[in-house]
């Protein structure tokens, strides 16, 4: 399937009226309400309306679930099942969530206000596709024995760690989540996951079509609630194995406190990032760089970790360039995420809309020039910012060195390579970053010297499932997908026999 069968926004909004919306925690099979009734109304960023009540996990909730994991990941019964057989499950999950695709791509547009063309084509997609290769990945994976030494056997094998915790963000609800549990669950493990508190419907329903696909109740939980009081829960608790998680960068160090506290788990971390996007003259196709830098800052309404947020382009095409990226984003059709003609949603929460805002006036206070856009919000419904472009900024001010989060584009000139590796690297981020140059030996140095964990060349945000996604300094470690995405969800055992 390569399109959705409801082509315009009534098809949609009577989807959602035959769609009830989770409203409990799914913990051993099942959707239960927090012990102490504690709930927390969840409201669309489409138009500010509540859709439903979510219940508010207390540590005591988060211990039921991760007791149920640690037991069912003791009786063997997911653990110690044959890998194909865990693999077949993942790829009867993935053609339920096939099959489902609409009533998820509904809940993220709904929970999270992205456009909802968006959410079925891209977000579902990578989805469905990544559940779809750890499941025929299952049963190709190998241990080692090597040669060791003369009468001897030397075996290293890789086992499941027990619960994993994962703590996911709101921008890609499902993307994020599902980058980290089919590798951790092919592996062997059992799963706690907390989704973001603004977007925990997707998540949910997911975990239920999980059982529906034979996965044992208790092997995935989805638990809801706050940051400070469930994640934090969650992060402390004492039975958990590893922790991974993808959010601020703020949150994570305060992770790494966590796991100091307690149990020492290892804690992976996918965080922020101010990626940078750089244009030469002798890009190919100037056009489609120009194209793809609009698309970089206003897809997803700018809240993508690896958003090109600073657009570094060499002094000879900067007018060209800035005139081509701000016609593309002044034309993009914004409005309500759940009409399939609408290119430009919402952003996430209120709160987060203030603080784009804040940021865009902090921008123009700073001497910027501001090109398009406005630290006013517009006039309409659901919390949307118009498309802001700022020229004259330097690498070294707030504007091109602090994750806005939004769709705020900085633009730095440069005269020669060496001056563009200075700016690209001179950041606290390493997440992504894109080189557009026809010169094959320029784009091979440009990508060993820029110190991030992903290089695009004459492309941005592309990549598949066999390759690692993950960054660098402040934008964390420990990449998800691929092949490498599996290895910090098992631990290494090394047997060695005398014969
Ligand atoms: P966030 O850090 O506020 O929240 C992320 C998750 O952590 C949520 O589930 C939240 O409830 C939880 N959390 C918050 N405080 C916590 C605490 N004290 N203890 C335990 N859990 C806590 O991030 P966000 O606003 O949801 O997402 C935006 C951020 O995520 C941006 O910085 C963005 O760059 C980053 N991000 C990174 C990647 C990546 O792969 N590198 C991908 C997407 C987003």
């Known amino acids: 399937m390569s399109h959705p069968t409801r082509t315009d926004l009534s098809a949609w909004l009577d989807l959602w009226n035959h769609t009830d919306l989770p409203t409990a925690m799914w913990i051993d099979g099942e959707y239960r309400a927090a012990r102490g009734g504690a ?12 859709i439903a009540r979510l219940p508010l996990a207390a540590e005591a909730d988060v211990d039921d679930a991760v ?30 969530l096939e099959q489902h695709r609409d009533e998820i791509a509904l809940l993220v547009s709904l929970e999270m206000g992205k456009p909802i063309s968006d959410a079925w084509a891209i977000e579902l997609r990578t989805t469905i596709g990544v559940i779809r290769w750890y499941g025929e990945l299952a049963d190709k994976l190998m241990d080692e ?12 094998t890789r086992e499941p760690l027990g619960v994993v915790a994962a703590i996911t963000p709101w921008n890609f609800p499902m993307t994020l989540a599902i980058f980290k549990l ?41 638990i809801t609630g706050s940051g400070p009081v469930t994640g934090a829960a969650l992060a402390l608790h004492q039975d958990i194995a590893t922790l991974t998680f993808t959010g601020s960068t703020e949150v994570g160090k305060q992770l790494l406190h966590y796991a100091g506290d307690s149990n020492a788990k290892p804690v992976w971390l996918e965080l922020g990032g101010k990626s940078p996007n750089i244009i030469f003259p002798d890009a190919p196709d100037m056009a489609e760089a120009i194209r793809t830098a609009a698309w970089a800052i ?3 309404s700018g809240q993508m970790c690896t958003a090109g947020s600073r657009l570094v382009v060499h002094e000879d095409v900067r007018d060209q360039v800035v005139e081509g990226v701000v016609s593309h ?22 709160r987060h809309r203030d603080d784009v805002l804040r940021e865009v006036a902090k921008g123009i206070d700073s001497g910027a020039t501001l090109v398009t856009g406005s630290a006013d919000a517009p006039d309409r419904p659901g919390w949307f910012v118009d498309p802001v472009v700022f020229t004259n900024v330097d690498n070294s001010d707030r504007l091109a060195q602090h994750e806005i989060f939004g769709p705020v584009l900085s633009v730095i000139s440069f005269r020669d390579e060496d001056e563009a590796v200075r700016i690209a690297n001179d950041s606290d981020y390493g997440l992504g970053s894109a080189i557009w140059t026809a010169d094959l ?5 440009l990508s060993r010297e820029i110190d991030a964990g992903l290089v695009w060349v004459n492309c941005f945000e592309e990549g598949d499932y066999s390759v690692p996604f993950g960054g660098r300094k402040l934008s964390g470690h420990g990449g998800d997908k691929s092949v490498h995405g599996l290895e910090k969800f098992t631990a290494f055992k090394t047997t060695w026999m005398k014969l």
């Open 39 to 50: 709930s927390a109304a969840l409201v669309t960023p489409r138009d500010g309306g509540e």
């Open 67 to 96: 007791r149920g994991a640690r037991t069912v990941f003791e009786k063997g019964i997911w653990s110690k099942l044959p890998p194909r057989e865990r693999g077949e499950v993942l790829l009867r999950w993935a053609d339920l």
């Open 145 to 156: 024995s090597p040669r060791g030494r003369e009468g001897s056997v030397a075996l290293v």
């Open 182 to 222: 089919p590798a951790a669950l092919v592996a062997g493990n059992t799963v706690v996951l907390k989704p973001a508190s603004q977007s925990p419907l997707s998540a949910l329903r997911v975990a239920e079509l999980a059982v529906q696909a034979g996965m044992p109740a208790g092997v995935l939980q989805v």
């Open 298 to 300: 206003s897809f997803n």
């Open 329 to 350: 984003l002044r034309s993009l059709r914004m409005g309500d995420p759940l009409d399939p003609n609408t290119e430009f949603g919402p952003l996430a929460s209120s």
């Open 441 to 445: 030996s320029r784009a091979h140095r």
